[in-house]
């Protein structure tokens, strides 16, 4: 195993599992990169609804991503992306646009536009990336696999506490609803569906505090690295 892939920790999960937090931690003292894959797939599919192309176009798909100048600028504690120059970082944000990433995240066009993109930040080593398949197909040679999983209640339970400090008043059911949906779909897809590597470490987070998960991982790449030294 080389040291670039010594230096890569994946951390997928469902929608609401603490991927997110947990990985912005952990690069930030780690001072690794935080890699959020998820606004990748919510910034392509921002892109293509603003041009009025749906998921089942492929080919206006297809022109649009090969257009396209999709810019990640990614640091320690943040990430923001840009789309042909304009800042979409908040707007991916929007409550729909995880559904509308949902459905265009299932298309190969899509994902080898991504994963292409994710990898090229991969190859400079040092990166906490999260999403769906960091650990199956992104990076399987990452030496630090998580998946984070939590009770669908209380993943929606979380969504909902932090619409609400947005200012977002969402139905508690529909949020717990879209998660579900959300989930099935991308279990159930085709390529690079959710699920765990089969040499990943799941960490239940339903009780656990961010806290503990973050020092779990980090705890385990010291211990590991003063193991080599
Ligand atoms: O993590 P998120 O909620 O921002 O992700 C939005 C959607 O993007 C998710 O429902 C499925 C897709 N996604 C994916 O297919 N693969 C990833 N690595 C990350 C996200």
Redesign the pocket.
């Known amino acids: 195993m080389g040291l670039k892939t010594l230096e890569i920790v994946t951390i ?1 999960g ?3 599992s603490g ?2 937090t947990v990985a912005r931690s952990v690069a930030e003292q780690m001072g690794y990169t935080f890699l ?7 910034a392509v ?1 921002l892109g293509a609804i603003e041009r009025n192309i749906t998921a089942t176009d492929l080919e206006k798909l297809t022109v649009f991503l090969n257009q396209i100048q999709l810019i990640v600028r990614s640091g320690q504690d943040m990430m923001r992306l840009y789309l042909d120059d304009i800042d979409v970082t908040e707007t ?1 944000r929007r409550p729909e ?3 509308h ?2 459905d ?3 298309l190969e066009i899509v ?1 080898n536009y ?1 994963t292409r993109l ?1 990898r090229r930040f991969g190859a400079e080593g040092r990166i906490v ?6 650990g199956t ?2 990076f399987p040679e990452a030496r630090w696999k998580y998946f984070l999983t939590a009770a669908l209640d209380e993943r929606a339970m979380r969504r909902w506490k932090e619409l609400q400090i947005k200012g977002e008043v969402i139905d508690y059911d529909d949020i717990r609803n879209s998660l579900k949906k ?2 099935f ?2 279990t159930n ?1 085709d390529i ?1 569906p ?1 699920k765990p590597a089969d040499d990943a470490v799941i960490l239940d987070t339903t009780k656990m505090s961010i806290e503990t998960v973050v020092s779990r991982i980090i705890n385990d790449i010291r211990s590991n690295v003063s193991q080599n030294v």
């Open positions: 997928d469902p929608a609401g991927k997110s959020d894959t998820g606004a990748m797939y919510r599919a991916i646009m995880g559904q990433a949902s265009f995240s299932r994902r991504c994710q990336c999260e999403g769906r398949d960091m197909v992104v959300r989930d779909q991308d897809r690079a959710l």
